[in-house]
T-cell receptor, first 114, second 110 residues
Framework: KAGVTQTPRYLIKTRGQQVTLSCSPISGHRSVSWYQQTPGQGLQFLFEYFSETQRNKGNFPGRFSGRQFSNSRSEMNVSTLELGDSALYLC?????????????FGSGTQLSVL | TQLLEQSPQFLSIQEGENLTVYCNSSSVFSSLQWYRQEPGEGPVLLVTVVTGGEVKKLKRLTFQFGDARKDSSLHITAAQPGDTGLYLCAGARVRGKLIFGQGTELSVKP
């Protein structure tokens, strides 16, 4: 069974640009969550999508947005990039149900904003 | 404000030693998970605990969930170099939204 696939693996952008990251979940998983990981803040929850609907949202500005397609693939967009957006962006997929929900993470997209 | 406090932040030990990592909070969680992350990779789930007082064992790793479901610990017996990595605890208060601790960077030297 293929794991969670995130593309691209590395990305370099400049301030003010926008970026779109992609995540393909494990087949059959309907929930996709996005997290930002930085050395200072650790892993911070961005948002979760379940069956194409945003089900939960973290405390990030509106520049961070996402969507989920009918095949459960998800994209995350960051507009007007700032230096502080440099981070590892992780996507996780799960079945999206039950109390003992198991998250499966991708390897992440390392974003550098110059 | 960090809802989940992990300690210690860094741990460097020799192969064969025992260690304990703590994950504490003032909030109650419906479940708590432990992950291990290696450089360049995403976190990998080790265990989920859901019942207060629950103890789970995974080979040389023992996980415990506090009675009040506010804290957890991870104990590794006879650590090996392959245990090296970033250990993260994560609590769920709302399904689908995990709150992560800052992590414990473990280095086990041969």
């Amino acid at each position: 069974k293929a794991g969670v696939t995130q593309t691209p693996r590395y990305l370099i952008k400049t301030r003010g640009q926008q970026v779109t990251l992609s995540c393909s979940p494990i087949s059959g998983h309907r929930s996709v969550s996005w997290y930002q990981q930085t050395p200072g803040q650790g892993l911070q929850f961005l948002f979760e999508y379940f069956s194409e609907t945003q089900r939960n949202k973290g405390n990030f500005p509106g520049r961070f947005s996402g969507r989920q397609f009918s095949n459960s693939r998800s994209e995350m967009n960051v507009s007007t990039l700032e230096l502080g957006d440099s981070a590892l962006y992780l996507c996780a997929s799960s079945l999206g149900q039950g109390r003992e929900e198991k998250l499966f993470f991708g390897s992440g997209t390392q974003l550098s904003v110059l | 404000t960090q809802l989940l406090e992990q300690s210690p932040q860094f741990l460097s030990i020799q192969e064969g030693e025992n260690l304990t990592v703590y994950c504490n909070s003032s909030s109650v969680f419906s479940s708590l998970q432990w992950y291990r992350q290696e450089p360049g990779e995403g976190p990998v789930l080790l265990v989920t605990v859901v019942t207060g007082g629950e103890v789970k064992k995974l080979k040389r790793l023992t996980f415990q969930f506090g009675d009040a479901r506010k804290d957890s610990s991870l104990h590794i017996t006879a650590a090996q170099p392959g245990d090296t990595g970033l250990y993260l605890c994560a609590g769920a208060r709302v399904r689908g939204k995990l709150i992560f601790g800052q992590g414990t960077e473990l280095s086990v030297k041969p």
